[in-house]
């Protein structure tokens, strides 16, 4: 039961009619007087340390495609986040991220866990960061933080709120107010953007992570079929906005200046629709875009619009924009569609472990379950990964909207926690690099204990490689650091309550796949992988 006549009972009744009914958390003293009383109907996930609850609730909110409520222990608790906080703004996930502060009464002379600037701290990384100035202001506090969090361009916000605001009394019932989640786009904008599509000759679409955060992905199919273009995703994309297998797929553009310039080559008009222009790393120098060739973007985000070096832009929703654009444009005729990647048979290689990472991706393609989702934490195999296990539908593919490691392993555990909240029975396949599997461990903890139909391919190479390959890039030998001699991860993950296996080779890897599968709850299989150094040009 809730407090009656407080701030608490206030709030609580407000969580509960915004659906905010789930929460994450790894609870501290400052916490203790909001979690006191907790009611039924209220869901309460544990983690064993902040980066991975907040990164938890990232990929639940993602799933779900609704905001997410993280309880933080004060400064300290804060900083731990902090990383996967990055991540999730830059993914415009909507968390509702609260944090403990001390008393009022003792603020002034900076007490124990007082955090004395707690809303400059997760600056930038928040749209908005607030610690209300009466305890009576905490449930319009919360408020605010929903409609801030949920409008376009989505994103998490922060609120730090004293201990003994919690069991002063309430003015009443907050005020529940609804806000737009969609931005129309400017109709005469979008006429010119339409005209100048429809005199393109040879053009080019870009679909990028709003596209499928927008549910817009069969709209954006339409629309690349209406236009008979090739279809690229953009770099390192968090999520996946277009079937990887489709005739029209040529791929995700590269990462650097030099690189995009020459994939954009023979293109008199490139549209951007729900990405960045363009997202680059590292700096290989050369023109943004070829001589001749022109750049319309459509995104959500006015930060994207802002900073993109070329074209023109327009602001809108994702959907909205792709089933105007499909009414809108015109086509010629004639125009045929060009041909996709190149995929011919290739025959599944029979190999000993240490595996070569197409061979890991190349066998568990014969059993990974179609509806499954994969989350990608193994930047170097991605390429290795498109091939042998394209993405063909929507929410079906998360990776970090950052580029620190750390998030994937929770992500999963919040993605598998979201599809049992919306009533969806499917495994997440995680593949997950040797050294990112370190940086968020406690959270398969979690996953043991809600029993998540999760398996974590971790491929053990025994190295960071793409960071071995920066290093070539940079020009930079003998950096430090690099190797990770000594992993028990088949131990670490018993400890944490999971199931686990380490793999001798291909067609062991395929029975205990499938073993993972059959299993109640998650499993850790351990591929021991031979290391390989990705291309970043």
Same mark, same amino acid.
């Given at each position: 039961?809730?407090?009656?006549?407080?701030?608490?009972?206030?709030?609580?009744?407000?969580? +509960?009619?915004?659906?905010?009914?789930?929460?994450?958390?790894? @609870?501290?003293?400052?916490?203790?007087?909001?979690?006191?009383?907790?009611?039924?109907?209220?869901?309460?996930?544990?983690?064993?340390?902040?980066?991975?609850?907040?990164?938890?609730?990232?990929?639940?909110?993602?799933?779900?495609?609704?905001?997410?409520?993280?309880?933080?222990?004060?400064?300290?608790?804060?900083?731990?986040?902090?990383?996967?906080?990055?991540?999730?703004?830059r993914a415009n996930t909507p968390l509702i991220v609260t944090a403990g502060q001390q008393t009022r009464e003792m603020s002034l002379c900076d007490p124990y866990l007082n955090n004395p600037e707690a809303t400059v701290m997760p600056q930038p990384w928040v749209k908005w960061a607030y610690e209300p100035a009466r305890a009576e202001d905490v449930p319009a506090a919360f408020m605010r933080a929903y409609a801030v969090a949920t409008q376009p361009p989505a994103g998490p916000v922060f609120l730090s709120i004293p201990l003994d605001d919690w069991n002063a009394q309430a003015l009443g019932p907050a005020v529940v107010r609804t806000v737009s989640h969609r931005v129309q786009?400017?109709?005469?904008?979008? +006429?010119?953007?339409?005209?100048?599509?429809?005199?393109?000759?040879?053009?080019?679409?870009?679909?990028?992570?709003?596209?499928?955060?927008?549910?817009?992905?069969?709209?954006?199919?339409?629309?690349?079929?209406?236009?008979?273009?090739?279809?690229?995703?953009?770099?390192?994309?968090? +999520?996946?906005?277009?079937?990887?297998?489709?005739?029209?797929?040529?791929?995700?553009?590269?990462?650097?200046?030099?690189?995009?310039?020459?994939?954009?080559?023979?293109?008199?008009?490139?549209? /951007?629709?729900?990405?960045?222009?363009?997202?680059?790393? @590292?700096?290989?120098?050369?023109?943004?875009?070829?001589?001749?060739?022109?750049?319309?973007?459509?995104?959500?985000?006015?930060?994207?619009?802002?900073?993109?070096?070329?074209?023109?832009?327009?602001?809108?929703?994702?959907?909205?924009?792709?089933?105007?654009?499909?009414?809108?444009?015109?086509?010629?005729?004639?125009?045929?569609?060009?041909?996709?990647?190149?995929?011919?048979?290739?025959?599944?290689?029979? %190999?000993?472990?240490?595996?070569?990472?197409?061979?890991?991706?190349?066998?568990?393609?014969?059993?990974?379950?179609?509806?499954?989702?994969?989350?990608?934490?193994?930047?170097?195999?991605? %390429?290795?990964?498109?091939?042998?296990?394209?993405?063909?539908?929507?929410?079906?593919?998360?990776?970090?909207?950052?580029?620190?490691?750390?998030?994937? /392993?929770?992500?999963?555990?919040?993605?598998?926690?979201?599809?049992?909240?919306?009533? /969806?029975?499917?495994?997440?396949?995680?593949?997950?690099?040797?050294?990112?599997?370190?940086?968020?461990?406690?959270?398969?903890?979690?996953?043991?204990?809600?029993?998540?139909?999760?398996?974590?391919?971790?491929?053990?190479?025994?190295?960071? %490689?793409?960071?071995?390959?920066?290093?070539?890039?940079?020009?930079?030998?003998?950096?430090?650091?690099?190797?990770?001699?000594?992993?028990?991860?088949?131990?670490?993950?018993?400890?944490?309550?999971?199931?686990?296996?380490?793999?001798?080779?291909?067609?062991? &890897?395929?029975?205990?796949?499938?073993?993972?599968?059959?299993?109640?709850?998650?499993?850790? &299989?351990?591929?021991?992988?031979?290391?390989?150094? @990705?291309?970043?040009?």
């Amino acid at each position: 039961m809730t407090r009656a006549g407080t701030v608490h009972q206030a709030t609580y009744d407000l969580l +509960r009619t915004l659906g905010l009914t789930t929460l994450f958390g790894n @609870p501290g003293s400052t916490e203790q007087t909001f979690l006191q009383d907790f009611p039924d109907d209220f869901t309460y996930v544990l983690g064993l340390q902040e980066a991975s609850v907040l990164a938890m609730a990232d990929g639940f909110a993602q799933c779900t495609g609704k905001p997410a409520l993280v309880n933080l222990h004060t400064a300290a608790g804060t900083g731990n986040a902090m990383g996967s906080l990055v991540a999730a703004y830059r993914a415009n996930t909507p968390l509702i991220v609260t944090a403990g502060q001390q008393t009022r009464e003792m603020s002034l002379c900076d007490p124990y866990l007082n955090n004395p600037e707690a809303t400059v701290m997760p600056q930038p990384w928040v749209k908005w960061a607030y610690e209300p100035a009466r305890a009576e202001d905490v449930p319009a506090a919360f408020m605010r933080a929903y409609a801030v969090a949920t409008q376009p361009p989505a994103g998490p916000v922060f609120l730090s709120i004293p201990l003994d605001d919690w069991n002063a009394q309430a003015l009443g019932p907050a005020v529940v107010r609804t806000v737009s989640h969609r931005v129309q786009p400017d109709a005469e904008r979008l +006429r010119e953007f339409a005209a100048r599509i429809s005199r393109a000759e040879r053009p080019l679409l870009v679909l990028g992570p709003e596209v499928d955060r927008a549910g817009a992905w069969d709209a954006g199919i339409a629309f690349a079929e209406k236009l008979c273009a090739p279809v690229r995703g953009s770099a390192l994309s968090d +999520r996946c906005s277009f079937p990887e297998d489709h005739p029209l797929y040529a791929g995700p553009l590269p990462l650097t200046i030099a690189g995009v310039c020459d994939a954009l080559t023979g293109y008199d008009l490139v549209i /951007v629709i729900g990405a960045q222009v363009f997202r680059y790393y @590292p700096f290989v120098p050369g023109d943004y875009v070829p001589e001749g060739t022109e750049v319309l973007q459509i995104t959500a985000d006015p930060h994207l619009a802002a900073t993109a070096p070329v074209g023109d832009s327009l602001l809108g929703d994702m959907g909205t924009v792709l089933e105007q654009l499909q009414h809108l444009v015109e086509v010629p005729d004639d125009r045929k569609a060009p041909p996709g990647l190149s995929r011919g048979s290739v025959d599944l290689p029979v %190999a000993s472990a240490p595996l070569l990472p197409n061979d890991v991706y190349a066998a568990l393609s014969t059993v990974k379950p179609e509806d499954a989702a994969v989350v990608m934490e193994s930047t170097s195999t991605l %390429a290795d990964l498109i091939k042998w296990w394209p993405t063909r539908r929507p929410g079906s593919f998360f990776a970090t909207g950052s580029g620190g490691i750390g998030w994937g /392993v929770p992500a999963a555990v919040g993605i598998a926690l979201g599809d049992r909240a919306r009533g /969806v029975n499917r495994t997440i396949v995680a593949s997950i690099g040797d050294g990112s599997f370190q940086y968020s461990i406690q959270a398969i903890w979690t996953a043991a204990q809600h029993k998540l139909p999760i398996v974590f391919v971790v491929q053990r190479n025994g190295e960071y %490689a793409v960071l071995k390959s920066f290093a070539l890039l940079e020009k930079t030998p003998n950096v430090p650091g690099m190797d990770l001699p000594g992993l028990d991860i088949a131990s670490l993950a018993a400890g944490f309550g999971c199931r686990t296996a380490t793999v001798e080779g291909t067609e062991d &890897l395929v029975q205990k796949f499938k073993a993972a599968l059959a299993a109640e709850g998650p499993t850790v &299989l351990v591929v021991p992988t031979q290391p390989q150094l @990705p291309f970043l040009g």
